[in-house]
């Protein structure tokens, strides 16, 4: 399984973004996804998962400005991220939990986003 994420980039506070997460390869290992982010010098910290089942749990950070969602036909999911701040300058991760729990999972390159003026 691989994960590509890609969308991320500069843009002021306020201001909108859409990430996007391909996964390609044996797609039926992947039990569920997620969007995590991380700062240089902090912990990976997630920002939403998402089941099967399309149901979305968000950090409390992010509640009510980012919307996760998925497109199976595409084995895509996207983060609609709005009212960007400052503080969510990071390098954003696309995650896939391994329907193998012995298994490792499955992590993608990770796409900056700076929010800045």
């Known amino acids: 399984v691989q994960l590509q994420a890609s969308g991320g980039g500069l843009v002021q506070p306020g201001g909108s973004l859409r990430l996007s997460c391909v996964a390609s390869?044996?797609?039926?290992?992947?039990?569920?996804m997620a969007w995590y982010r991380q700062i240089p010098g902090k912990q990976r910290e997630l920002v939403v998962s998402?089941?099967?089942?399309?149901?979305?749990s968000y950090a409390d950070s992010v509640k009510g400005r980012f919307t996760a969602s998925s497109d199976n036909a595409k084995s895509t999911i996207y983060l609609e991220m709005n009212n960007l701040k400052p503080e969510d300058t990071a390098t954003y991760y696309c995650?896939?939990?391994?329907?193998?729990?012995?298994?490792?999972?499955?992590w993608g390159q990770g796409t900056l986003v700076t929010v800045s003026s």
């Open positions: 995650y896939g939990r391994n329907s193998n729990p012995t298994a490792a999972d499955y």
């Open positions: 390869g044996d797609i039926s290992m992947i039990y569920s």
């Open positions: 998402i089941n099967k089942g399309g149901w979305s």
